[in-house]
């Protein structure tokens, strides 16, 4: 079992800089990638970005060079720091981890998060 709890949403001008964190908590030694994903109104979720357990990361073309996902492995967090924010990033975010325990049974579970709001405003 994992859980995620996010935080560091809120509103923000356009051109403007928040960070986002995810502290995971539970058994964290079998999360093999965090990702953060996006929900706009009227949209599907989708993938914003994601860090491997060895510290690969990759990121959707939309926000590629604004936005950096990183892990601090000490306080079981991983961020979200997302620059140059534009209208169109509007969106609850989601942080989710993929969990696999193969003694357990157990490959590619994903917890989730609550979710945070970002409102981007011009």
């Known amino acids: 079992q994992v859980q995620l709890v996010e935080s560091g949403g809120g509103l923000v001008q356009a051109g403007g800089s928040l960070r986002l964190s995810c502290v995971a908590s539970?058994?964290?030694?079998?999360?093999?990638?965090m990702r953060w994903h996006r929900q706009a109104p009227g949209k599907q979720r989708e993938l914003v970005a994601s860090?491997?357990?060895?510290?690969?990361?990759n990121y959707a073309d939309s926000v590629k060079g604004r936005f950096t996902i990183s892990r601090d492995n000490a306080k079981n967090t991983v961020y979200l720091q997302m620059n140059n924010l534009k209208r169109e990033d509007t969106a609850v975010y989601y942080c989710?981890?993929?969990?696999?325990?193969?003694?357990?049974?157990?490959?590619?579970?994903?917890?989730w998060g609550q979710g945070t709001q970002v409102t981007v405003s011009s």
């Open positions: 989710a981890a993929r969990y696999s325990d193969p003694g357990l049974g157990i490959y590619g579970r994903d917890y």
């Open positions: 539970g058994n964290i030694f079998s999360i093999n990638v």
């Open positions: 860090i491997t357990s060895g510290g690969s990361t």
